[in-house]
């Protein structure tokens, strides 16, 4: 199937079953300021699930469009180097606001990937929470699930909650075997890191109300909030490994290769290029612009990241907004936002491109020219800062680069020369001084607090706030 076959297939399957079928919602959580972006499809619902906001309906299913850039959720270093995470995504996704609970959600899950999808049992893999003896009985009992492809995990990766204290409860993840050809072992295994066993389908469980003191009680209306990405499961699909591989990245990487003037579609950049223009473009269409804080920092440095790999397959010209037009071919239909809002965000991208272009072929040289007489593996935070301070390279850009090297960063250094600086900006100012970066600093600092902010939980805050 392709990609928007596979979409429609999913929300049909589930509108036969009673559900809702609601629109994708903004990048920019509408209710939430203490997330950075929306990160999963229960967003949206997250006043429904705390029994804040009521629906006319108790199921519903989407395709969420996801960013997973910073926060909690960061998969930004990941992009270019696993075959299934992408900075943007779709999360196919059902929902019991307080309806059906684990033995309905585990038979549809079941049912629509090895009837409507025809994927043989033999090749997924279940796992449940290691407590929950209830989802476990589910499947091998009522489904029938080989115990042999079946594990308990703990709760590191099975059990979720909303935030510290709040609903929250077990998790079960349905997993693709890719073949022995592909290194890694299944979930729970020692070496699960692999890409084996790719995670297609989580299906939490909101069971409980966990309460300050970290006591749980039963909620008197348990829900489900499921979340399957579209990319994997089209690569599933389509019999191919990567998520890359799949209908909707092929033009953009033609595409990406033709600028590049280069053949193989296999290079990890093009892979980069092809991610980061679907984050990028999505996200100016929901409201962000390049900035140095909060979101538009986050934009910032994706779009920044994403010229640094076109320079790295030798593009000179301005280049990533053209990836506009073959991204709405794309995705246009399935997001007419996106085609609505093309015109602004080609220029969009095209402004930030021509002011970064101005200082990237000088930072790389300092870089290059760093690396070249380097003792040792670690490029020093002074270098980091002045790419960071004159150039224009956020740290995790010039980590990207130190990575492909076999490099890292001393981030400790970088911090420091940050902190210097920000001493001399603010006993300058004492004397009055007109010192501009002051207002960078002043940002940055706001910055690093929102992102830490986002980091402490998943869906996090409002709820503990009202209790
Ligand atoms: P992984 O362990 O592979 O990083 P996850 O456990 O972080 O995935 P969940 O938070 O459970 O993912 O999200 C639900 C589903 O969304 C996953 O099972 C997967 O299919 C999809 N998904 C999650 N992160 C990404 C991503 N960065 N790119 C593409 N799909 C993703
Ligand atoms: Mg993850
Ligand atoms: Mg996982
Ligand atoms: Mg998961």
């Not at 670690?378 to 995790?396: A, C, E, H, N, S």
Request: hydrophobic share 40%; proline share 4%; aromatic share 10%.
């Amino acid at each position: 199937m392709t990609s928007a076959e596979l979409r429609a297939a999913f929300l049909e399957f589930f509108r036969q079953r009673g559900h809702t079928i609601e629109p994708s919602s903004s990048l920019i959580p509408g209710n939430d300021p203490t997330l950075l972006f929306t990160n999963a499809g229960m967003v949206q619902y997250k006043d429904v699930f705390l029994g804040r906001e009521h629906k006319g309906f108790t199921r519903a299913a989407t395709s969420q469009r996801c960013v997973r850039a910073g926060g909690k959720h960061n998969d930004l270093e990941n992009v270019g180097y696993t075959a299934r995470h992408h900075t943007f995504f779709e999360m196919l996704g059902n929902f019991s606001f307080g309806d059906y609970f684990k033995k309905d959600a585990i038979h549809f899950a079941w049912e629509f990937l090895t009837q409507e999808m025809e994927i043989p049992p033999q090749k997924l893999w279940v796992t449940v929470f290691e407590e929950d003896s209830e989802a476990e009985s589910i499947w091998l009992n009522d489904v029938g699930v080989d115990p042999k492809r079946f594990s308990r995990i703990g709760a590191k990766d099975n059990f979720w909650s909303m935030g510290d204290t709040g609903p929250c409860g077990p998790c079960s993840e349905i997993f693709y075997d890719h073949g022995e050809s592909i290194p890694g072992g299944p979930p729970g295994s020692p070496d699960e890191e692999g890409d084996r066993y790719i995670e297609i389908w989580n299906l939490v469980f909101m069971q409980y109300d966990r309460a300050a003191d970290g006591t749980l009680t039963p909620l008197p209306k348990p829900s489900v909030d499921t979340g399957m990405g579209l990319e994997r499961i089209a690569a599933v699909s389509q019999g191919v490994h990567s998520n890359y591989e799949i209908d909707l990245f092929q033009k953009l990487l033609q595409a990406a290769a033709k600028l590049a003037g280069i053949d193989d579609l296999n290079q990890s950049s093009l892979r980069v290029i092809a991610d980061h223009i679907r984050s990028c473009a999505f996200l100016v269409a929901d409201g962000v612009l390049p900035s140095n804080e909060g979101r538009g920092y986050v934009l910032r440095r994706i779009i920044r990241r994403a010229i640094r790999h076109g320079y790295r397959l030798g593009i000179h010209d301005i280049f990533f907004y053209r990836l506009v037009a073959p991204l709405v071919e794309a995705m246009g239909d399935a997001y007419p936002e996106l085609k609505n809002a093309q015109a602004q965000v080609e220029r969009i991208l095209k402004k930030e491109e021509e002011r970064f272009a101005e200082t990237l072929g000088q930072g790389m040289k300092i870089l290059e020219a760093c690396v070249a007489k380097l003792d040792g593996k670690v490029i020093p935070g002074d270098t980091v800062f002045q790419l960071y301070d004159t150039y224009g390279f956020p740290v995790d850009l010039t980590a990207d680069f130190a990575r492909e090297h076999d490099l890292s960063v001393d981030h400790e250094g970088f911090e420091a020369a940050m902190a210097a600086q920000r001493d001399r900006a603010r006993s300058a100012s004492h004397f009055g001084a007109d010192y501009d970066q002051d207002i960078k600093l002043d940002i940055e600092t706001e910055f690093c607090g929102y992102d830490h902010l986002a980091d402490q939980s998943h869906i996090v805050a409002l709820y503990a706030q009202g209790q």
